[in-house]
């Protein structure tokens, strides 16, 4: 089974701090993704990345920044966080390998900024 | 850009009604298509997906999806819906030969007993 993991499901920041977030998988994938999840916007896509040390900006990368120094963990990072960070973030990991673009999510961190 | 579009935000039934949700993607070329659900406190989960072959897939807990190229839909179908099909459903379009999937903004489904 594969696992996607992070580090916190719930998580109380106030405005201004710096926020990480964590994310582990054990499928030895590739591809990892961060999104966020807003009720009526679906998914966005914030970052992703498809190696070590590699990124690409998704859809809404403004305010965050990632790091993948280890292929099993890919970090989210939160410079200085604002009201409107608050959010449910997920984070999915795939296989390029497998060709089935078929991504695995977390359970999910729900982030309230004060 | 491309763009996928779930028309249906909010659809409420009754326990052994029909379902269908749909969706509607804004792509001319070769396209793989997936349903996700996402079930209260739960993760996102795949409910089934197409790559090719039969436009008419099944998956999970009696669900099944029709590709119909030519109207650029993928719509989400199941003949008898439970209550324990309460969950928000998610259709997702990965451009061919990326790994990136592009997401409906999803459709809340409530089923009542």
């Known amino acids: 089974d594969v696992k996607v993991t992070q580090s916190s499901r719930y998580l109380v920041k106030r405005t201004g701090e710096k926020v990480f977030l964590e994310c582990v998988q054990d499928?030895?994938?590739?591809?990892m993704f961060w999104y966020r999840q807003d009720p009526g916007l679906g998914l966005r896509l914030i970052y992703f990345s498809y190696d070590v040390k590699m990124k690409e900006k998704g859809d809404i990368p403004e305010g965050y920044s990632v790091s993948r120094e280890k292929k099993e963990r890919f970090s989210l990072i939160l410079e200085s966080a604002s009201t409107n960070q608050t959010s449910m973030y997920l984070c999915?990991?795939?296989?390029?390998?497998?060709?089935?673009?078929?991504?695995?999510f977390g359970p999910g961190t729900r982030l309230t900024v004060t | 850009a491309q763009s996928v579009s779930q028309h249906n935000h909010h659809v409420i039934l009754s326990e052994a009604a029909s379902l269908e949700l749909g969706c509607n993607y804004s792509?001319?070329?070769?396209?793989?298509l997936f349903w996700y659900v996402q079930y209260p406190g739960q993760h996102l989960q795949l409910l089934l997906k197409y790559f090719s072959g039969d436009p008419l897939v099944k998956g999970i807990k009696g669900f099944e999806a029709e590709f119909i190229k030519s109207k650029f839909s993928f719509n989400l179908r199941k003949p008898s819906v439970q209550w324990s099909d309460t969950a928000e459903y998610f259709c997702a379009v990965n451009l061919y030969n990326t790994d990136k999937l592009i997401f409906g903004t999803g459709t809340r489904l409530q089923v009542f007993p």
């Open positions: 792509y001319g070329g070769t396209v793989n």
């Open positions: 999915a990991s795939s296989s390029t390998g497998a060709g089935t673009y078929e991504q695995y």
């Open positions: 499928m030895d994938h590739e591809n």
